[in-house]
């Protein structure tokens, strides 16, 4: 399976976009993270992603058990995985257990910061 975009050429807000992450952002988040920090359309703020996204099925064995079985992969264009690795963050920012006692998402204010510094 492929996953190709509208190919319409550069688009004014290119270069532009803040996608915040952290540790539960897993799956299509993740794949939407990396389509735009490798082509280079925006910024990935926050904490690493667990590289959760290996597609699996579970299949009765039986005696009220199953197995999982992973039945497909995701690659990128530049033929990189997330599975296992996660998405590093062009701007890494740790969640602080203090600030949130106090109200604040210290990533979510980074990431705001960044994305008015455009």
């Known amino acids: 399976m492929v996953l190709d975009t ?3 050429g550069s688009q004014s807000f290119h270069g532009r976009v803040v996608i915040l992450v952290n540790e539960h952002t897993t799956g299509a988040a993740e794949m939407l993270a990396q389509f735009v920090q490798e082509n280079g ?6 904490s690493k992603t667990p590289g959760r996204l290996v597609s699996r099925s579970a299949f009765k064995i039986g005696n009220d058990y199953r197995i999982v079985i992973p039945i497909g992969a995701y690659v990128s264009w530049k033929g990189n995985r997330i599975e296992g690795k996660g998405i590093i963050p062009d701007v890494p920012v ?17 990431a705001v910061e960044v994305a008015l510094a455009f």
């Open 6 to 8: 509208s190919g319409l």
């Open 41 to 46: 359309l925006g910024t990935v703020v926050g």
């Open 94 to 110: 740790d969640w602080s257990y203090e600030e949130a006692l106090n109200g604040r998402d210290n990533q979510y204010t980074k």
